[in-house]
């Protein structure tokens, strides 16, 4: 438990640890049978609540949604249907109930000898779920898609504030199997004058208890999916076709990559959810419909995915996966499923005025620094500066000098520098919180963080005391020479050579795609041996002032009305001490410099993503002359709820990258799950805006009728750039996979 009494990650590893053990030692998957009965589910559902299980939820300190969660995702790894969610749910529901019956019941619960299912009837969001008719202390009905299997007691819905609660065994009660998605588990319940004892909902409401329900769920579908991914990537790694392991080939690589993408994401997104609910945050449910609104979808994608990897052996009815597909599907369909959590998000951020996205809680220290940098903002970037500012064409407006200098002065460029480099020493929740407030702001782009960590990492003292003082005051920018005419992924196949000339360097190439070319200075990767053996061993760094004789530089127009340069290095003499690094390490110099800020590129990707989802918001809910509001169409409410839970996944995982960056240096297959996944949501986002506001979203900046001068048109075009640059995603996932999974390169 952390300082609020509530689980922190070790707590949760280890209730996830323990029950892994648990299964292993006592369960099969699936008990070993494609059908387990109620003889097999329940030993091993008492063995459970020997392990305290069944007391989750009821308001005791043995824990919470979170530990609920980790429960479910375990059951669904394991194929092991016990009733731990209605037992949850009557936890939530009863707890502190003076009334005899509930009191009995959760007694009974508690101890083994009951055992609960639970049915929300008329107010489950899926129609064909039943309903029932009460009249005086009998009811009368159909009730569908129950877990009834060896359950003595029925709760039912009956209104917002009570439950109906059955004894299976009383007269006029009839259970039958229902065999769904060609798996055994559900039950239809006829109930014929049955009779029935009401219960008050004693904590939250009816609609709170039915989100639980739905992110329990998800949470087994995400074991389930998560278990079978895993055993279509061993497999990948063991199954040998055209002379090789299938997990060589790049197509299953990327497939089992963007999987990966899609569990991360709904994990993270779930946990947040139940984060915010322990702790009484009322952005919990937004958070947990998100996780509905995107695992869905994503998890029946995956399981799609697996079986795709693993083949005909996957569909075996008797292979594991088989078992986990059905469990997948019957889950994320359940309650509504993905469509019932999206209009709820719908109505979040569309009706009565609509709800921005909610702003997260980045610690004392984020937050104060977030009031800050919006403080300075408004006093050096508003009125007359800013709107002279946005009225230059784009290409005009990627830098912006004399802000640089201005913002040079509050030592923000090094935020997360070490403190004996000049910088700060701030946390990665810290420099989140700064980016945020500048991408709010609209403000131009500073610095030359990739640069910057390379010269602290390995760079000599006189190159730090020379170049990082430019840097921190906003003094000099540095572009990246690295991409050539046949080096672009490959950057290992650069041409551009260095050869040593008495006291120079003498650099000659091309350089193509560079982007601040404007700069100061171009921090260059050039090969200093022609016969190194792998050729990236061969490669050296190296810091090219761009007044240097020599430099030819030839601009181009980028198809987002930026600019990038072709440059010409004909016998460049640079003196020896502009080397970075040793000769020939320049490989270390790149990846080492990249090792820090990876975690951050998708982090800053995702979060011009979410302001421009902000403004698109406005104008959806602004009605276009006598036409109503675009927010008043089904299928643009769907577009913006998906946006709004793709955001929130693509915030989650930088907010993860943060933690890990803040525990070392991130990963870099998690940076990259990041990169890959905001900077394909930044098109998606762009893709939407088109469709939603139509033709005049495409009229592009500094023409008449542009909306926001063009905003949404050249955040599309824009959003190519990101894909591509930093390592291409196809190349990210490729690293994914190797890297992240294990799989043979």
Request: glycine share 12%; hydrophobic share 45%.
């Amino acid at each position: 438990m952390n300082a609020t009494g509530l689980p922190n990650d070790d707590t949760a590893e280890m209730l996830r640890d323990s029950l892994r053990g648990f299964f292993k030692a006592h369960w099969a998957a699936g008990g070993g049978k494609e059908r387990p009965s109620p003889d097999d589910i329940c030993p091993i559902w008492r063995k459970l609540i020997g392990q305290g299980v069944a007391a989750l939820g009821s308001g005791r300190d043995e824990g919470g949604l979170r530990e609920i969660l980790v429960v479910m995702a375990e059951l669904g790894r394991a194929a092991c249907p016990v009733p731990m969610w209605p037992t949850a749910l009557a936890n939530f529901a009863l707890s502190g109930a003076r009334a005899d019956a509930a009191v009995d019941l959760l007694e009974q619960l508690h101890a083994g000898t009951a055992v609960a299912a639970f049915c929300f009837g008329a107010r489950d969001p899926d129609a064909g779920a039943g309903s029932i008719c009460i009249d005086g202390r009998h009811a009368t009905g159909v009730l569908r898609f129950v877990e009834a299997a060896g359950a003595t007691h029925l709760l039912v819905a009956v209104d917002a504030f009570r439950l109906a609660l059955f004894q299976l065994d009383a007269p006029g009660i009839f259970l039958a199997p229902t065999r769904a998605m060609g798996a055994w588990g559900l039950c239809e319940v006829r109930l014929d004058s049955a009779p029935l004892t009401l219960l008050p909902l004693e904590s939250g409401d009816l609609d709170d208890l039915r989100l639980k329900a739905q992110i329990a769920l998800l949470a087994r579908a995400h074991g389930a999916a998560r278990r079978a991914f895993e055993l279509a990537v061993d497999y990948a790694r063991e199954r040998h076709q055209f002379g090789q392991p299938i997990g060589k080939f790049q197509a299953i690589q990327h497939k089992l990559a963007d999987c990966l993408i899609a569990l991360e994401g709904t994990s993270l997104i779930l946990d947040h959810a139940a984060r915010l609910h322990d702790i009484g945050d009322r952005n919990w449910r937004y958070f947990a419909d998100c996780a509905a609104g995107f695992g869905g979808d994503a998890l029946r994608h995956v399981s799609l995915e697996t079986q795709h990897t693993l083949g005909a052996i996957g569909y075996a009815e008797e292979h594991e996966a088989a078992q986990h597909f059905k469990r997948v599907h019957l889950d994320t369909v359940a309650l509504g499923g993905t469509p019932s959590a999206r209009r709820r998000l719908a109505s979040y951020v569309l009706d009565r005025g609509g709800a921005p996205l909610p702003q997260y809680d980045l610690g004392p220290a984020g937050n104060a620094l977030r009031e800050q940098v919006q403080r300075w903002l408004d006093q050096n970037w508003s009125g007359a500066r800013k709107a002279a500012f946005d009225e230059q064409p784009f290409e005009k407006r990627e830098f912006d000098a004399d802000f640089a200098r201005d913002i040079g002065k509050t030592g923000w460029i090094g935020l997360g520098w070490p403190k004996e480099f000049g910088g700060q020493g701030r946390s990665p929740l810290e420099q989140i919180a700064f980016m945020e407030t500048m991408e709010q702001g609209e403000a131009p782009r500073i610095g030359a963080s990739i640069q910057a960590n390379a010269l602290m990492m390995f760079g000599t003292p006189e190159q730090q005391q020379k170049y990082l003082p430019e840097i921190l005051c906003g003094e000099a920018m540095h572009g990246m020479g690295y991409s050539e005419p046949q080096a672009g992924s490959d950057l290992a196949a650069l041409r551009t050579s260095a050869v040593q000339d008495g006291e120079h360097w003498v650099i000659n190439g091309q350089k193509i795609w560079t982007t601040t070319w404007w700069g100061k200075y171009m921090f260059l990767a050039a090969r200093t041996d022609k016969n190194a053996k792998p050729a990236h061993a061969g490669i050296s760094m190296f810091i090219v002032p761009m007044s240097a004789p020599g430099i030819t530089i030839q601009p181009a127009s980028t198809m987002y009305d930026g600019t990038f340069a072709n440059i010409f290095y004909d016998d460049v003499r640079i003196p020896l001490e502009n080397l970075v690094g040793e000769v020939n390490g320049g490989w270390k110099v790149l990846t080492g410099a990249l090792a820090f800020e990876r975690g951050l590129v998708g982090g800053g990707i995702v979060l011009k993503v979410a302001h421009a989802f902000e403004q698109l918001r406005r104008h959806v809910m602004a009605a276009a002359g006598d036409r109503p509001p675009p927010g008043q169409d089904p299928i643009v409410r769907d577009k913006m709820a998906t946006l709004a839970c793709e955001i929130e996944v693509g915030r989650q995982l930088m907010m993860h990258c943060a933690e890990l960056a803040a525990n070392g240096v991130t990963p870099p297959e998690y940076g990259a799950i990041s990169k890959v996944y905001s900077g394909e949501l930044m098109e998606r986002f762009g893709e939407a805006a088109l469709d939603i506001l139509g033709m005049r979203a495409a009229v592009s900046e500094q023409m008449p009728g542009a909306i926001d001068n063009g905003r949404f048109e050249q955040n599309l075009r824009h959003s190519l750039m990101w894909v591509i640059s930093i390592g291409t995603n196809e190349i990210q996932r490729s690293l994914i996979a190797q890297r992240g999974l294990g799989l043979p390169r």
